[in-house]
């Protein structure tokens, strides 16, 4: 167990909908990733939030958007979904800003019908 | 080809074989990390290497590091069935925001 949790482990929803991905660093950690693999493009990041800020940009579409809060906690929301943003979304935390280790959370499965 | 892309991309071995994994990059790195995935599991962290290590090990793991190739290997000895699993390597980039680039991964099969 990394003591990064996300909620939901599986989500099923259907084109045009919008859904809301939660994720719960580990205790102590300032930096959360997320990411998205799916079977074609591997896994490809999204974006980086430390200490409540936005720190890095990745691949992240228009349509997503993510934020962390004071509590640490961040949420990543998937609006006007498409068939091909069905995936696997992780959340990772580290405990600075910088390039060590990254503790990965078990994912959310999202399938868009 | 990408910053860290690993070679092969399949391998499947007999247990009680060693595995070998290898991962090339293209821009110079602060370090190179290797992350282990269960099928649809989390990825979860084996090993960290330096720029300025050469090699380390970590139980059954060996991984080196040559950062005049840009290239790195993975091996685990002694396999096991409970070794099946994907095997990611992942650079940290000196220039770019991104903190760490993962490879497509190594889908790693161990037959009993």
């Known amino acids: 167990d990394s003591g990064v949790t996300q909620t939901p482990k599986h989500l099923i929803t259907a084109t045009g909908q919008r859904v809301t991905l939660r994720c719960s660093p580990r205790?102590?950690?300032?930096?959360v990733y997320w990411y998205q693999q799916s079977l074609d493009q591997g896994l490809q990041f999204l974006i980086q939030y430390y200490n409540g800020e936005e720190r890095a940009k990745g691949n992240i579409l228009e349509r997503f958007s993510a934020q962390q809060f004071p509590d640490l906690h961040s949420e990543l929301n998937l609006s006007s979904l498409e068939l091909g943003d069905s995936a696997l979304y992780f959340c990772?935390?580290?405990?600075?800003?910088?390039?060590?280790?990254?503790?990965f959370g078990p994912g959310t499965r999202l399938l868009v019908l | 080809s990408q910053q860290g892309e690993e070679d092969p991309q399949a391998l499947s071995i007999q247990e009680g074989e060693n595995a070998t994994m290898n991962c090339s990059y293209k821009?110079?790195?602060?370090?190179l990390q290797w992350y282990r995935q269960n099928s649809g599991r989390g990825l979860v962290h084996l090993i960290l290497?330096?720029?300025?290590?050469r090699e380390k090990h970590s139980g059954r793991l060996r991984v080196t590091l040559d950062t005049s190739k840009k290239s790195s290997s993975l091996l685990i000895t002694a396999s096991r069935a409970a070794d099946t699993a994907s095997y990611f390597c992942a650079t940290a980039i000196i220039q770019g925001a991104q903190k760490l680039v993962f490879g497509q991964g190594t889908r790693l099969t161990i037959n009993p």
């Open positions: 990772a935390s580290s405990v600075g800003d910088s390039q060590e280790t990254q503790y």
């Open positions: 821009t110079s790195i602060n370090n």
């Open positions: 290497i330096r720029s300025n290590e």
């Open positions: 205790s102590g950690d300032l930096s």
